[in-house]
C-alpha cells in the first residue's frame, strides 16, 4: 500500500524567509502524482502544487517550489519569502488511481 | 472556480441519533466524491469513495453500516452517521473531481468540512 510520510509535525520560519517542508512516499508505481495542500485555521483544503512523476522539471507556483526526487522518492516543498498567511498545516499527497493519500502534515508557523 | 458546498458546517447531535451531511458540486459534475475525517491536529483519513449511481467504497475499517453514503446525483453526495455516539466526533470533509477534467491526477476539491459533536 501506498503511504506518504512527513517527519516534521511542526516548523517555524520568520516573515520573508525561506523553509523547507519535508515528504517521503512510498509506492510500486511508476506513474503517479504528488501534491502539496495547505489547511489553514479556517480547516479549508487549497492546493499548492502539483507535480506529475513523469516530469523531471520540478513545479513551481510563484513563492512555492518542490524538490522532487523520484528515486529516492522525496518531495519537499519550498517557500520562499514567507507570509504570515503562509501559517497553516500543510499535507504532502500522493494517488496513482482515483485515491488521494494524505501525509500526516507539518504545521507551519511564520512569525513576524 | 470549482466549488464544493459541505452542509452544515456544524452540528450537534444527542447520542445515537442519526445526522447527514450534504456535499454539492456547485457548478461541476462529481462522477466521484470522497470522505474524508480529520481528529484535531491530524491528517485526513480516507474513509470511502462515493460514485454516482452505484454504492460506495469503503475504506478498511470503516463500517458502512454506520456511515452510509448515497451519490444519488452528479452534483450531489451524502454521508450519514447513523446511530451516533460520541466518539464519532469529529471534523468531516468531503472532495470531489470534476468529471469534465477527467483523470485522476486533476485536483480535488473540497468542502469546507462539518465539525460533528455528539452529546
Known amino acids: 500500500a501506498q503511504t506518504v510520510t512527513q517527519s516534521q509535525p511542526e516548523m517555524s520560519v520568520q516573515e520573508a524567509e525561506t523553509v523547507t517542508l519535508s515528504c517521503t512516499y512510498d509506492?510500486?508505481?511508476?506513474?503517479?502524482?504528488l501534491f502539496w495542500y495547505k489547511q489553514p485555521p479556517s480547516r479549508q483544503m487549497i492546493l499548492v502544487i502539483r507535480q506529475e512523476a513523469y516530469k523531471q522539471q520540478n513545479a513551481t507556483e510563484n513563492r512555492f517550489s518542490v524538490n522532487f526526487q523520484k528515486a529516492a522518492k522525496s518531495f519537499s516543498l519550498k517557500i520562499s519569502d514567507s507570509q504570515l498567511g503562509d501559517t497553516a498545516m500543510y499535507f504532502c499527497a500522493f494517488t496513482d488511481t482515483d485515491k488521494l493519500i494524505f501525509g500526516t502534515g507539518t504545521r507551519l508557523q511564520v512569525f513576524p | 472556480g470549482a466549488v464544493v458546498s459541505q452542509h452544515p458546517s456544524r452540528v450537534i447531535c444527542k447520542s445515537g441519533t442519526s445526522v447527514k451531511i450534504e456535499c454539492r458540486s456547485l457548478?461541476?459534475?462529481?462522477?466521484?466524491m470522497f470522505w474524508y475525517r480529520q481528529f484535531p491536529k491530524q491528517s485526513l483519513m480516507l474513509m470511502a469513495t462515493?460514485?454516482?449511481?452505484?454504492?460506495?467504497?469503503?475504506e478498511q475499517g470503516v463500517e458502512k453500516d454506520k456511515f452510509l453514503i448515497n451519490h444519488a446525483s452528479l452534483t450531489l453526495s451524502t454521508l450519514t452517521v447513523t446511530s451516533a455516539h460520541p466518539e464519532d466526533s469529529s471534523f468531516y470533509i468531503c472532495?470531489?473531481?470534476?468529471?469534465?477534467?477527467?483523470?485522476?491526477?486533476?485536483?480535488?476539491?473540497f468542502g469546507n468540512g462539518t465539525r460533528l459533536t455528539v452529546t
Open positions: 457548478d461541476f459534475q462529481a462522477t466521484t
Open positions: 509506492t510500486s508505481e511508476n506513474n503517479y502524482y
Open positions: 462515493s460514485n454516482e449511481g452505484s454504492k460506495a467504497t469503503y
Open positions: 472532495s470531489a473531481r470534476d468529471r469534465s477534467v477527467g483523470s485522476y491526477n486533476s485536483p480535488l476539491h
